[in-house]
């Protein structure tokens, strides 16, 4: 049963257009995350945020910017994309800071062409 | 430098055999958890597991349990009875402090697993 939402399921872009991804939890948690899993199904976290306050903030390019109105959600922006950023991005969501088992969504598959 | 390696990129089983996956890690943190997740090929990403760093005992759910081994910063997740429904891939993943206020997790590379009917 999904708890985990994220739309789109995929997207196809060309190089240096702006995308949005959606992501909401109807879990309860207070910490939700995106992740970046590459061709080689490497998945590298990004940003995690609790209660709408970013905690975890990787060494990601300035054109990621994450955005929470409230717990429950976590969308991430991507301005002007590059090839590299192909990629499925996962969100997540987990009570406590990280340190709890994480339920994830099922991806947004992005392609930039 | 990989902090958490899977050397198993791939491996097989037959329908009913007991599996083991191995994982290792580097930490210095004394506290940390390490987690066992199963990606679906629909890339659905599901929680199997978790031992904490503290708990000398080997956490058990169902048919998986792991096998810690603490001082080699080592684990292992084991499946009995395995079924061709556990196939995908399997991702140890480590929480360990990020700052005062969170953890961080990080992932393996995955060991995809195959089991055959």
């Known amino acids: 049963e999904t708890a985990v939402f994220q739309t789109p399921n995929y997207h196809v872009t060309q190089v240096g257009n702006e995308v949005s991804f959606n992501c909401k939890q109807t879990l309860g948690h207070d910490t939700m995350y995106w992740y970046k899993q590459d061709s080689k199904k490497l998945l590298k976290i990004m940003f995690s945020y609790n209660n709408k306050q970013l905690i975890v903030n990787e060494t990601v390019p300035r054109r990621f910017s994450p955005q929470s109105s409230d717990k429950a959600h976590l969308n991430l922006r991507i301005k002007s994309v590059e090839p590299e950023d192909s990629a499925v991005y996962l969100c997540a969501s987990s009570t406590g800071l990280g340190d709890y088992e994480q339920y994830f969504g099922p991806g947004t598959r992005l392609t930039v062409l | 430098a990989q902090r958490v390696t899977q050397v198993q990129p791939t491996g097989s089983s037959q329908w009913g055999e007991e599996v083991t996956l191995d994982c290792s890690y580097e930490t210095s943190e004394y506290f940390y958890r390490i987690f066992w997740y199963r990606q679906l090929f629909s890339g659905e990403m599901v929680f199997l597991i978790y031992?904490?760093?503290?708990?000398?005992q080997n956490q058990r759910s169902g048919r998986y349990s792991v096998v810690f081994q603490k001082s080699f910063k080592s684990i292992s997740l084991v499946i009995s009875a395995s079924q061709p429904e556990d196939s995908g891939t399997y991702f140890c993943a480590l929480s360990e402090l990020y700052d005062t206020n969170a953890y961080k997790v990080i992932f393996g590379k995955g060991t995809h697993l195959h089991v055959l009917p």
């Open positions: 031992q904490p760093s503290f708990d000398t």
